[in-house]
């Protein structure tokens, strides 16, 4: 299925793969069999409307959740369901920015974003600092920012300190959760070009959730539909217009009429 | 039929809830042993829950003291054993009132401070975003807590024991015109070893359960605003409840 392969880097190992993955809450199926292929250095968005298991997807590779059935691999290594120190050491290749950035409110700015250095790879916390602080220049935030707290800050500032945690412990892998939910127009398209430029000078390799089409175009090279559980679509950004898909061409004009009926319960 | 289904759904949600919470206690316990050990987390928690404990529990114990001389001596005086209300004092402190009462106060101080800012940090996504930093959320909200509580509380109780000693004595010397020499000396006179140190052990044990409580409620809540609300009364009221049957309980193996 060239479709789920990933295009860029190919050759090697893909960085995230899933197979069969499925994953039901009671009798209500969230994710039917996905299988997606994400390359080293490739960035994938999957987009979908509100309660198509998104989120869940996102949260059965990061080993937050269990998936029932099927296997996740990281760098070719099975984490489905890898617990415990080396769990530890697979979150280590990961950064996340979560969708209302879940900065931690009892700790100062800088402290948040060196966390991952501090406690998972016992930096010290003058280095620490330092690097935080380099690392919110990055995503051109002051230094006089570091020493206030989150509940200071605006959203869109509190997005740009969780992006700037995201990357601070330079991660192979970066996923985003509708990392533009909340912004108005002009810090979205701020938010999206930082993750742009984060993500092409770490090299990493990106994975995105998000119902913003404005976004998915900008920071993807390829996407991902999902519905009901199961993805509709994988191809290329550019693709994207002309993917003869009848749920991906509702989905990117917003129309309330199409194949897709909108979800009532959130799982 | 109906009403079978009732009993059978109540039970198994009871079994859950109980298989939950043992779980939850085996993990915490697990991890207390377990380095990396954030050293920094436990001192704060043990400022939290001891020291600015102590004007609540310090009130709490003084005017209990208090109360105990008058109500002693209102019902002593009626077969002259006046001598022995120093005595039922220190014992009622030591053995029961200081460990319960402390225990139930620092419940609705510390548990529901736990509860309500873990279910935040859980509602939040704080939590998941620790794990995504390759830190065990049991190690690094839990087990400062458990730790700090069940070592904390012990502390506490011995302050509330002498405040609460040092109430009775002021309403007897100062209200009743005891001999302050006389009050003291039967202060001791029968006090034991085991009295106090009964009522340490319960002070840990509750201190435990505090801490406990606040933290799985505070973990497993879901749901937003509300959600950390029912997290916050449920730590307080099954945090209360223990305390209370753990308390007949321990009681009941000490001085059996």
């Known amino acids: 299925m060239s479709a789920v392969n990933g295009t860029n880097g190919a050759g090697g190992t893909p960085k995230i793969s899933l197979r069969g993955v499925r994953k039901a809450f009671g009798p209500k199926v969230v994710l039917d069999g996905i299988d997606l292929d994400v390359a080293r250095g490739e960035s994938v968005v999957i987009i979908g409307g509100s309660g198509t298991g998104k989120s869940v997807l996102l949260k059965c590779i990061l080993g937050i959740l269990q998936p029932d059935q099927g296997t996740i691999r990281i760098d070719g290594e099975d984490t489905t369901h890898v617990t415990g120190r080396e769990r530890e050491a697979v979150m280590r290749k990961f950064g996340m920015l979560f969708q209302g950035a879940a900065l931690f409110d009892s700790l100062p700015v800088w402290e948040n974003v060196a966390f991952g250095l501090i406690q998972g790879q016992g930096v010290g916390r003058r280095e620490a600092k330092e690097r935080a602080i380099a690392t919110l220049g990055a995503v051109g935030l002051t230094p006089e920012v570091a020493d206030l707290f989150p509940s200071e800050l605006s959203g869109g500032m509190q997005k740009r300190v969780g992006l700037a945690r995201a990357i601070c412990t330079r991660p192979e892998v970066i996923f985003f959760d509708e990392p533009t939910t909340g912004l108005d127009p002009i810090m979205s398209d701020v938010i999206n070009d930082l993750i742009v430029k984060c993500v092409q000078d770490l090299g990493a390799t990106a994975l995105s959730i998000t119902h913003d089409m404005a976004s998915a175009r900008k920071i993807s090279n390829r996407i991902a539909m999902l519905h009901k559980g199961k993805l509709v679509w994988v191809g290329p950004t550019s693709e994207i217009d002309n993917s003869g898909n009848a749920f991906v061409d509702q989905f990117i004009h917003g129309r309330a009429e199409g194949p897709i009926q909108m979800q009532i319960r959130a799982f | ?256």
């Not at chain 2, 995504?132 to 011995?158: C, D, E, F, H, Q």
């Not at chain 2, 100062?174 to 001999?179: K, P, V």
């Not at chain 2, 140190?197 to 973990?219: E, N, Q, R």
């Open chain 2, 1 to 256: 039929m109906n009403f079978l289904g009732t009993i059978g759904r109540t039970t198994l949600l009871f079994m859950e809830a109980t298989g939950r919470l043992a779980m939850f206690t085996f993990m915490a316990l697990s991890h207390c042993l377990r380095p990396p050990f954030y050293l920094r987390l436990i001192g704060r928690q043990m400022v939290d829950i001891g020291y600015y404990s102590l004007p609540v529990v310090g009130l709490t114990a003084v005017f209990t003291g208090m109360v105990l001389a008058l109500q002693s001596y209102s019902g002593f005086a009626r077969f002259n054993a006046e001598s022995a209300i120093a005595t039922v004092v220190v014992l009622s402190i030591t053995r029961e009132l200081g460990p319960v009462l402390a225990g139930l106060m620092v419940a609705g101080r510390i548990g529901a401070a736990m509860a309500a800012e873990l279910g935040t940090m859980r509602v939040t996504e704080q939590v998941d975003a620790l794990t995504t930093l390759s830190t065990n959320p049991y190690k690094y909200l839990v087990v400062p807590r458990l730790i700090a509580g069940t070592t904390m509380l012990p502390i506490l109780v011995l302050v509330a024991d002498i405040i609460g000693v040092f109430g009775g004595y002021l309403v007897s010397v100062y209200r009743l015109d005891f001999n302050p020499a006389t009050y003291v000396r039967n202060t001791w006179q029968y006090l034991e070893f085991m009295d106090v140190v009964s009522g340490l052990v319960k002070a840990a044990v509750f201190g435990f359960v505090i801490a406990l409580m606040g933290c799985y409620h505070g973990y497993h809540s879901k749901g937003g605003a509300q959600g950390v609300g029912a997290a916050t009364t449920n730590a307080v009221v099954s945090a209360s409840i223990l305390i209370l049957v753990l308390n007949y309980l321990l009681t009941g193996i000490f001085f059996s």
